[in-house]
């Protein structure tokens, strides 16, 4: 039933990151589809309500919050110096 569903989402939620508490609302949207298809429930219509988080989004802005948490290049040349040696 919905409330199932929704205690399943809820419980990711409240105990996984954001991210994989949205891949964890997916599975349960695919969840509910396996189970109708096969007749193993009534059909009724249920999707999770969790947003995909900013961190796994695209388009430009996306990308600019990706780059800003990269290290400068004179970090990743000064990793590169290191492990040269």
């Known amino acids: 039933t ?10 990711a939620k409240e105990s996984l990151s954001p991210g994989a508490a949205y891949q964890a609302g997916c599975g349960l949207n695919d969840l509910l589809k396996f189970l109708i298809d096969h007749k193993l429930l009534k059909p009724f219509t249920w999707k999770s309500g969790l947003k995909k988080p900013a961190d796994n ?16 290049e004179d970090a990743l040349l000064a990793l590169a110096s290191v492990n040269a040696q």
Request: no cysteine; net charge negative.
């Open 57 to 72: 989004a695209t388009g430009d802005d996306a990308d600019k919050r990706r780059q800003d948490k990269m290290p400068d």
């Open 2 to 11: 919905e409330k199932v569903f929704d205690d399943a989402q809820r419980a």
